[in-house]
Nanobody
Framework: QVQLVESGGGTVQAGGSLRLSCAASGRTFSSYAVGWFRQSPGKEREFVAAIDWSGTGTYVADSVKGRFTISRDNAKNTVYLQMSSLKPEDTAVYYC?????????????????WGQGTQVTVSS
């Protein structure tokens, strides 16, 4: 069993930066791929980024490419989402998800574990 806890959300002005963290319990976390999704009111959940178990394979949605970076520190059981050049349309609740060694299920939103989410608000 893995529990995921997101942190680092908040309110920032457009053009600013935030770093989200996804901290996990469980010794098997380092063998899992991890991803970030976001959802804003009235919209469907949207894939943002994913990283495989080793950290060597990363995937980022076109909508955030060049602005968001995903990374992980397996020694700390933590995955990070560095967000820069934030836009008002990035406002959403951001969720961390984990499962399996590869990113396929994570990117599909079908991974086993999900966090409770952290709110990111970007003001114009």
């Amino acid at each position: 069993q893995v529990q995921l806890v997101e942190s680092g959300g908040g309110t920032v002005q457009a053009g600013g930066s935030l770093r989200l963290s996804c901290a996990a319990s469980g010794r098997t976390f380092s063998s899992y791929a991890v991803g970030w999704f976001r959802q804003s009111p009235g919209k469907e959940r949207e894939f943002v980024a994913a990283i495989d178990w080793s950290g060597t394979g990363t995937y980022v949605a076109d909508s955030v490419k060049g602005r968001f970076t995903i990374s992980r520190d397996n020694a700390k059981n933590t995955v990070y989402l560095q967000m820069s050049s934030l836009k008002p349309e990035d406002t959403a609740v951001y969720y961390c998800t984990a499962g399996g060694p590869t990113t396929f299920r994570v990117i599909a939103g079908a991974a086993d574990y999900w966090g409770q989410g952290t709110q990111v608000t970007v003001s114009s």
